[in-house]
């Protein structure tokens, strides 16, 4: 009898736990992602498409956006839909966004899609300079624009920007890249405060060197990732954390810890963060 009364006890503990981590539905939820192709975006459309969200992706690349697709579909039962989209080219970005808003509701848009560059300021051109505040803040800003006025009429919604520790602890050779993620920050930390009495919640992301296919399109040389490797998080722990935030009023999240704390001290004591900074970064 001792022995019954364990295991029952032990049925029920089990069911409890599974209940406690049973993941939420999003079923109902219409979420729109850019840079979905790959990395971070293909990631979190995945794992809200397995929440049952109806997923709508925009990226560049139709055949990646393609295979994301299908699974998403698997995933949640029903129809996904895809947008080919090139955030540097604003004209179609205007277009692509008004099809998507004559067809759906935006409930959650998520703000992946981006890139960088690694070089000296000094060797920089003003048309890679101009293309890169194009894709990661302007752009950025008329996608979440759109989405809001919608947001708005609709009584509500939620926001997030990917944004970058970039943008908080700007790296050497990371000057034009750090500085369009530290105006995401800027913009979302006043968007919030702007739409937080219509129930539009924003929430900006501060990830530190994550493993995707990123680091390819920068040309990071062998030495500079082997800096930041001990750092290096995987796409699939990002998207976890914006996903699980999603209907929260959630203002910032910034991962790993370590780099919290890093950007926690850099701004006590500045000068000794430069020192260090270019220590590591400038070779």
């Known amino acids: 009898m001792p022995v019954r009364s364990s295991l029952l006890k032990g049925d029920i503990m089990q069911s409890l736990f599974s209940f406690v981590q049973a993941s939420p539905s999003l079923k109902g939820q219409t979420i729109l992602i850019t840079g979905a192709s790959s990395g971070i975006g293909e990631q979190i459309a995945k794992q809200v498409a397995a929440k049952e969200a109806t997923v709508i992706l925009t990226g560049r690349h139709y055949g990646r956006l393609s295979a994301v697709k299908e699974t998403c579909e698997q995933a949640s039962g029903h129809k996904a839909y895809m947008y080919q989209l090139d955030l540097a080219d604003i004209d179609q970005v205007d277009e692509v966004l008004s099809t998507i808003l004559d067809q759906h509701q935006v409930d959650v848009l998520m703000n992946n899609a981006g890139y960088g560059i690694t070089e000296l300021f000094v060797k920089n051109n003003y048309q890679d300079i101009e293309k890169l505040f194009q894709v990661n803040v302007l752009s950025l800003m008329y996608v979440t624009q759109r989405i809001a006025i919608q947001m708005l009429d609709h009584g509500g919604g ?51 060197p994550v493993d995707t296919r990123f680091f390819e399109r920068i040309g990071s040389g062998q030495q500079y990732l082997e800096r930041v490797e001990r750092f290096m998080l995987s796409s699939e722990e990002v998207a976890s954390k914006l996903v ?12 790993p810890w370590s780099l919290k704390l890093g950007n926690a001290l850099y701004h006590v004591m500045p000068s000794v963060g430069d020192k260090i900074l270019q220590t590591l970064f400038s070779k």
């Open 244 to 255: 699980a935030s999603i209907g929260h009023a959630k203002r910032e999240i910034t991962v």
């Open 158 to 208: 939620h926001l997030f920007h990917t944004a970058s520790m970039a943008g908080k602890v700007a790296t050497p050779k990371t000057a034009v890249y750090s500085a369009t993620k530290a105006a995401v920050i800027a913009f979302s930390n006043a968007l919030r405060v702007e739409l937080a009495p219509y129930n539009i919640h924003v929430t900006t992301i501060n990830p530190g």
